[in-house]
């Protein structure tokens, strides 16, 4: 049974940075995309960062572009989102997802994402 736990959340300052960590169990997700996501009150989920099976497959919204770093170590089966410079506006409840078709093209939407976390809750202070 494939399952996603994030971890890394909480409350930090604005300007403050978190790192947000989700390890997958199950199978391994070397040949998939692999995406955070995030949700706030009242708000459709968004696409935060996505990376692809290639190093060089990457997707950043507008609004965390030069803040935030999404990672991966398929050793490990785990995906990162570093946060940097954190804005009240980031906060939400983050999830990372992934998707379930080898070697496909970089996605970033929620629909083609299968596997999702609990998500974690990020709550940045003005």
């Known amino acids: 049974q494939v399952q996603l736990v994030e971890s890394g959340g909480g409350l930090v300052q604005a300007g403050g940075s978190l790192r947000l960590s989700c390890i997958a169990s199950?199978?391994?997700?070397?040949?998939?995309?692999m995406g955070w996501f995030r949700q706030a009150p009242g708000k459709e989920r968004e696409s935060v960062a996505a990376?692809?099976?290639?190093?060089?497959?990457?997707y950043y919204e507008d609004s965390v572009k030069g803040r935030f770093t999404i990672s991966r170590d398929n050793a490990k089966n785990t995906v990162y989102l570093q946060m940097n410079s954190l804005k009240p506006e980031d906060t939400a409840v983050y999830y990372c997802a992934v998707d379930r078709i080898d070697y496909g093209a970089l996605t970033h939407s929620p629909r083609f994402y299968h596997y999702w976390g609990q998500g974690t809750q990020v709550t940045v202070s003005s």
């Open positions: 990376m692809g099976w290639r190093d060089d497959m990457t």
């Open positions: 199950g199978r391994t997700f070397s040949s998939n995309n």
